[in-house]
């Protein structure tokens, strides 16, 4: 189910029998308390809040609660499914009847923080194993009935499916094994028996794996019951890749990245929706006067013609409509960026995330101030590189290679604070966009025989790949343990590990669902996604390159894209005369240009408009002097 839409109808009609259980034995005949307190005709509005940190999954079933209690109850959103929230954020704002919405209150909330509960965990394990590529798996340990809905969860945390039933796929364990006599017998039973179902074999120990690996054709997958990681990594290098292996049994947080770490394809684990500790959120009833969205856009709105020429707002192609509809300008971060530098305007509200402000900062004029809503909008990618650890690994390259600034050229995306930008303006080093990077990088390998290239990998790898060189011509660098000088002398392309958690949900699976599900549909990512997803689609781009090559073709064109979600679902919305799909089952938004919200926009123009320069970016002159270098040598090729 790639339709957003889709996966969303399919959530709401598991629930709505759960939705009516639960409202039977939640209310029953009335609520005794509300009917009996509040009048009537009593307008309230409730807030749904996080207590803690966590990840948000079961807004629609919290909406369809309310409108079945209630069908005047209105329910606005102010977070997407699968974002990240902060303790004290808003998540939902429900107004309406106040007899309604207390009665509601309970059960909306119950089925939100379970399902949030599930996601948040889920998040956890994903995130531990992100620069792996391990994908964290969930069981069949779901509470009974609620199947659908903790699956559902598990994808918005970040996860993926197991089989939905025992009816979806043939998972051979050692009951079946003992009971039919042996590996061979029971996957040559279960061929014969359903010869179109994926089939599965739980192995114990290496003998039985050896014989699964043996069977022909290979099998679909191979799960490895409750090994230890030295017996793991043993299981990896015997299958060498020609049948995925799961791992699985006693799978903790404290385990996760060791199990990881083995190779394995897939992790399994039980505890995602077995053992679920809800989110803490709770609903704090206000008055009416708590602004809504449509208030907050008006508010925009006033400010914005009220500044005039003085003011100037961009949007990145991730942000939320409702943040696009005010920006003067929408684009990626470097058009942004470009805009920015070319304006009169006296201030630039940056809707994006912090280092984009940082860029636009440093390109600005004299006078100019940059501003961002929300000044802890960071970036997942850019944030899994600074600038100490980049000059840790400087000096263990200097001391393998002899003399690093003759052999290695520093390249840093744009996605990267100013400070790494600084530091390849002082090491001969450049910047590099999703748009320019393979420009860029042989432009670095004229320079000196190899690049360090941070801090996305996948970027650095795929721009390789396209120029031609192999895979054995690239090393990760590996903080922990780096590279032998071996390696790193025969090589011509470093790899920092960092990773965009939105564009590496993409896997090599969605392209093949998909294309069976739209045959002759055609599909672009990213270049920030996986090599293997990247090798599977049909073309690859920045967000600029994507928007082109939907905008350059014709009615009935049919796209599959593998990029954050807010920017699909506008191509979707502005081109009816074409199918445009995620490429994800569950739709990726990116959690930090999520941040961006009216609430906050209007904060900043507010304090503007009293004179206050409220969450401006700035950078530090000789840290802007020599970010500009790198930026400058960028933009002269
Ligand atoms: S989509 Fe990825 S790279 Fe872009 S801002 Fe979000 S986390 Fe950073």
Known sequence: MHNPNETTGALLAAA???????IEEDIGSGDATSLSTLEPDVILQGRI???ARGVIA???????VFCRVDPELQFV???SEGQAVEAGEVVAVVTGPGRSLLAAERTALNFLQRLSGIATQTRKFAAAVATTQATILDTRKTLPGYRVLDKYAVRMGGGSNHRMSLADMVLIKDN???????IAQAVHRARERYPDLAIEVEVRDLHELREAIDCEPPLDRILLDNMTPDQMREAVALAGGRVPLEASGNVTYERVLDIAGTGVDFISVGGLTHSVTALDLSMKIGSRAVHSDADQAARIRHMKAAFGERLLILGHHYQRDEIIEFADFRGDSLELSRKASQTDAETIVFCGVHFMAEVAAILARPGQHVLIPDMTAGCYLADTADAESVSTAWAALDAALDNVEAEVTPITYVNSSAELKAFCGRHGGIVCTSGNAERVVRWALGQRPRVFFFPDQHLGRNTALELGLAPADMVVWSPRTPPAPRTLRSCKVILWPGVCNVHQRFRPEHVHRIRNQYPGIRVIVHPESKA????LADDSGSTSKIIRVVEASGPGAQWAIGTESRLVNRLQHEHPE???LSLADV??????????????LVGVLEALQAGRLENEVTVAPDTAHWARVALERMLAL
């Open 16 to 22: 709505e029998p759960l939705i009516s259980l639960a």
């Open 578 to 580: 074409q199918l445009i």
């Open 532 to 535: 293997e997803v990247v090798a």
């Open 58 to 64: 079961g807004l629609p079933v919290a909406e369809a």
């Open 49 to 51: 809040i996080a207590k």
């Open 176 to 182: 079946h094994i003992d009971g039919s006599g042996g």
């Open 587 to 600: 739709p990726p938004f990116c959690a930090s240009m999520s941040q961006i919200t009216l609430s906050n």
């Open 77 to 79: 959103t102010h977070v």
